[in-house]
Nanobody
């Protein structure tokens, strides 16, 4: 059972990246998924989340003000993956990005580095 992030990298200001959070050993649809980030010297902060899309949950999304309008979180059920599409990237978006899944248990991925050059 694990979460694996990918898709990070080095990009110039104004560029785009799509981060992936793939699960193995469990079905992401049943879980609320959140993306967090942590820059050097800073605390880990929430970036975006999406509720479960099973049962009474409707896949509601949330974005922190710092990324609102530039980031989209969405699921690909067939791939058991949640994506974070980021555009208009800024140097202050530079951080290690982590995905987190929570329902009956909770899981963290290992993180993927995003570096935005000015």
């Amino acid at each position: 059972v694990q979460l694996v992030e990918s898709g990070g990298g080095l990009v110039q200001t104004g560029g785009s990246l799509r981060l992936s959070c793939a699960a193995s050993g469990f079905t992401l649809d049943y879980y609320a998924i959140a993306w967090f980030r942590q820059a050097p010297g800073n605390e880990r902060e929430g970036v975006s989340c999406i509720s479960s899309s099973v049962g009474s949950s409707d896949g509601t999304t949330y974005y922190t003000n710092a990324v609102k309008g530039r980031v989209t979180i969405y699921r690909d059920k067939a791939k058991n993956t949640v994506y974070l599409q980021m555009s208009s990237l800024k140097p202050e978006d530079t951080a290690v990005y982590y995905c987190y899944a929570k329902r009956w248990s909770d899981y963290w991925g290992q993180g993927t580095q995003v570096t935005v050059s000015s």
